[in-house]
Nanobody, 129 residues
Framework: QVQLIESGGGLVQAGGSLRLSCAAS????????VGWFRQAPGKEREFVAAIKWSSGNTYYAGSVKGRFTISVDNAKSMVYLQMSNLEPEDTAVYYC??????????????????????WGQGTRVTVSS
């Protein structure tokens, strides 16, 4: 059973930075994709960023590209989301998600939340103006 545990959320002023962490356990993740999604109050869950564990290929939503960076630490089975230059519009609950069948996912598929089998409980990020 795969477990994903997010941490690192909090309250930050606009322009500030936060690093979210996702601790992954229960499997060997070499063929996995791991994604970050977020859900703001009253809005649908949306794609933020994703990484294919084996290749290191990364994918970003247009709204965060250039501000957010996703990375993995293979030795620790950790996935990070470094968020910089935060905006009030980034306020949301951020979720880590993973799936073992992602090696051949397209750039479209990797952005779909319904493709991921495993989800964390979420960590809240609040950006004040």
């Amino acid at each position: 059973q795969v477990q994903l545990i997010e941490s690192g959320g909090g309250l930050v002023q606009a322009g500030g930075s936060l690093r979210l962490s996702c601790a992954a356990s229960g499997r060997t993740f070499s063929e996995y994709a791991v994604g970050w999604f977020r859900q703001a109050p009253g809005k649908e869950r949306e794609f933020v960023a994703a990484i294919k564990w084996s290749s290191g290929n990364t994918y970003y939503a247009g709204s965060v590209k250039g501000r957010f960076t996703i990375s993995v630490d293979n030795a620790k089975s950790m996935v990070y989301l470094q968020m910089s230059n935060l905006e009030p519009e980034d306020t949301a609950v951020y979720y880590c998600a993973a799936d073992p069948n992602a090696s051949y996912w397209s750039v479209i598929a990797i952005r779909r939340s319904d493709k991921y089998d495993y989800w964390g409980q979420g960590t809240r990020v609040t950006v004040s103006s």
